[in-house]
């Protein structure tokens, strides 16, 4: 797996478990989902990611180092 997967496969999880536990637990919950939230859209603009540096230090390469071709 490349780190651009395991991103939107942990983003997603962690979306999904906050908004479900926003629903049946506590709605004090869906703040977690806004700091994804945030902490997605700010990525998009300063290209770094908290989560993407952790990645890399637990091993897993971009998508081109990895030799996977994009479409």
Not at 23 to 36: D, E, H, K, R, S
């Amino acid at each position: 797996m490349n780190i651009e997967r395991a991103l939107r496969l942990i983003a997603g999880a962690f979306v999904m478990a906050s908004v479900l536990l926003g629903i049946y637990v506590n709605a004090n919950f869906l703040w977690f989902t806004l700091f994804v939230g945030a902490n997605l859209f700010q990525s998009a603009f300063t290209n770094w990611c908290p989560m993407m540096a952790f990645l890399r230090r637990c091993g897993l390469r971009p998508a081109a180092a990895a030799g996977v071709a994009r479409p």
